[in-house]
RNA sequence: GCGGCCGUGGUCUAGUCCGGUCUAGGAUAGAAGCUUCCCAAGCUUCGGAUCCCGGGUUCAAAUCCCGGCGGCCGCACCA
């Protein structure tokens, strides 16, 4: 048995997490969180939070938007295209292919072959003879890879939506106009905590790797042309481990450990900003409880990347069972997402930089003719000089260098326009932010506060979980049911629970089976009320972690406390 | 998706090969009470399993057969 079936195991016994729709059969990839694992959970996310959004207030700002959005957004960023595989294999050679690709290659352009269904596609490799290209053995039926849910909005079928695999469309789509309403400043992030859902073909490996999960994803964007990051000396010294895209290549297997100046130094990252979450994120899952040399960062190689990164950092973690896993990944995603909503939406994403000084530029103007315009249009002429003011001047100047050209229905002819250079004073220009993105899965960092907390002692099991994440913080024990000492623990667990505090009241069964049983949801601390406590005032606080104890008077209980949560 | 192994109270497990003695045993956890009073002590009592689901074979199925679902391992997949 090794730790993750024990995991497994406490976590269904002390109500962590469990298989979802277990009364019905469960259903892989997807995954309940109990009483404790949803605390557990939620202080995940706080601490996270806290980490990057509050402590970047300012810089960085929280927002909510919809698990649905239509068809066109997941069109726009690429994942209706880049999440649908259409795979066929060779029952010869086992080779596998996009279908649609080995179509295209053996029969050429196919109409309408991208809105195809399976059966379709089936039927013309069938047809038309399509056959495996390397070794011409016959193919299998088509297997859909398509890890975008689909569902339709309201009663129309036509209406296609899906369910976001990634935070970021939301934080994307909504990016121009709360760049607007927070004062037009780059650099400015966005952050989300939500749910996703991604098809996965066969999702194993637990709370590890699920079809729904929340994700913590942050969509830094930046001026290109000023890509420093202005916090960098915060987190300068951080060492981070890392295997490059030139390691891995090389099969190299130990990353190298170099602080944060000199992996940018050398060039191994390509964005400050990109490094600087980079930082957060290895302080972010130390806190976690994971030792710095049970992670590292791998640089994914292009094929290996997202379509829309120009750079990826992988996060992992070591895991007994499970070896090396993703915790989160850092993608350099320049103005891809951007750009494509650009186009797809006709919405202006664009930000304006001010030069430092206006510059004087040399521009194209386009004088109408009017007496030309009017001699052939009469009354209309207005109706044409609005369409030729209305027009691309560079672009107006170049159709008709060559012939008439009709727009909007009106036919300009050449002679109509007269175009002239001018000196313009441009005070700056637009373009498009590119994104640093850090992203995290809630749900196996969930996991894996609990695999580094899980340990054992004496036969029973002890959760050290930070205190800073443990589902509850204290609990409160009477020594004994009688002589008034239960009453008084009561009253101490009332007033810490109005304090703010999650704190637990147990007074069942022996002392020592209390103390276990907090220990195995990872309470850090318990208080027992005893005789003594009925002289004096004063109370014992038990360490979960050494098993030691302490007197403290009740008076202080709450600055104890407070002391105690505070610097963890 | 393919192949192997597996699925019994909340948890762990005996029983499955070789059908009946299993109206399913044990341990642990839980609840109530007594007792003890600082690390899962003891005693009493209680609740909790249509033996993963569906079908089949049989006088008789936890046990044999088929299908499904789920889990683990290997291969494939993993924007």
């Given at each position: 048995m090794d730790k993750y079936d024990k995991i497994v195991e406490l976590g269904r016994r002390r109500g962590f997490f469990w298989p979802s729709s277990e009364i019905y059969g469960g259903v892989a990839g997807f995954l309940d969180f109990g009483p404790m694992g949803a605390m557990l959970k939620r202080n995940i996310e706080r601490r996270w939070r806290e980490v990057f959004i509050h402590r970047h207030h300012g810089l960085v700002y929280e927002i909510e938007t919809p698990v649905i959005m239509p068809a066109k957004v997941f069109e726009a960023s690429g994942h209706v295209e880049n999440f649908t595989d259409v795979i066929v294999e060779?029952?010869?050679?086992?080779k596998r292919f996009r279908a649609d690709h080995l179509i295209l290659e053996q029969i050429g352009d196919v109409q309408g072959i991208e809105g195809m269904t399976t059966e379709e596609l089936d039927a013309l490799i069938l047809e038309r003879g399509?056959?495996?290209?390397?070794?011409q053995g016959q193919l299998s039926k088509i297997s859909k890879f398509n890890l975008l849910f689909r569902t339709n909005i309201g009663?129309?079928?036509?209406n296609v939506a899906y369910l976001r695999p990634e935070a970021a469309q939301g934080m994307f789509v909504n990016f121009k106009g709360i760049f607007n309403s927070m004062r037009?400043?780059?650099p400015m992030g966005l952050a989300q905590i939500g749910k996703v859902a991604r098809n996965e073909i066969s999702p194993r490996q637990g709370p590890i790797r699920l079809r729904e999960f929340t994700i913590m994803e942050v969509e830094f964007f930046f001026d290109p042309r000023s890509?420093?990051?202005?916090?960098i000396d915060d987190v300068a010294d951080v060492k981070l481990r890392l295997l490059t895209e030139e390691m891995v290549k090389s099969k190299a297997l130990e990353p190298v450990q170099v602080s944060v100046s000199e992996a940018l130094k050398e060039g191994y990252i390509k964005t400050e900003w990109l490094a600087y979450f980079m930082a957060l994120s290895t302080k972010f899952i130390s806190e976690l409880g994971a030792p710095v040399e049970s992670q590292m960062f791998i640089g994914k190689p292009p094929e290996e990347r997202?379509?829309?990164?120009a750079q990826t950092f992988d996060q992992l973690v070591k895991l007994e069972r499970w070896g090396w896993v993703e915790v989160s990944g850092h993608a350099y995603r320049t103005d891809y997402d951007l750009s494509r909503h650009m186009q797809y939406s006709g919405q202006d994403m664009s930000v304006f930089r001010k030069f430092d000084a206006p510059r004087k530029v040399k521009v194209f103007a386009a004088k109408p003719k009017v007496d030309a315009i009017s001699a052939d249009h009469g009354k209309n002429t207005g109706k044409v000089l609005s369409v030729i003011k209305g027009a691309d001047v560079s672009m107006l100047r170049s159709k008709l260098s060559s012939g008439p050209v009709e727009i909007e229905g009106v036919l300009i002819k050449p002679e109509y326009v007269e175009f002239y250079e001018k000196e313009e004073a441009q005070t700056g220009e637009r373009f498009i932010p590119h994104v640093a993105e850090p992203s995290f899965g809630a749900d196996r960092l969930t996991y894996l506060a609990l695999e580094c907390a899980y340990s054992e002692r004496e036969d029973r099991v002890v959760l050290r979980l930070p205190p800073s994440i443990a589902p509850v913080s204290v609990s409160v024990f009477p020594l004994v049911n009688r002589d008034g000492i239960r009453e008084k623990a009561y009253c101490i667990y009332r007033d810490l629970k109005d304090a703010g505090l999650i704190a637990e009241f147990d007074d069942s069964g022996s002392i020592g089976r209390r103390y276990a049983r907090a220990d195995e949801i990872g309470c850090p601390l318990a208080i027992t009320v005893d005789y003594e406590s009925l002289q004096n005032d004063t109370v014992t606080i038990r360490h979960r972690d050494t098993w030691e104890q302490q007197r403290v008077p009740i008076g202080e209980l709450k600055g104890f406390l407070k002391g105690f949560f505070s610097m963890r």
């Open positions: 060779c029952m010869q050679c086992h399509v056959r495996c290209s390397e070794c009663p129309y079928s036509e037009e400043r780059l890509p420093e990051c202005t916090i997202a379509h829309y990164s």
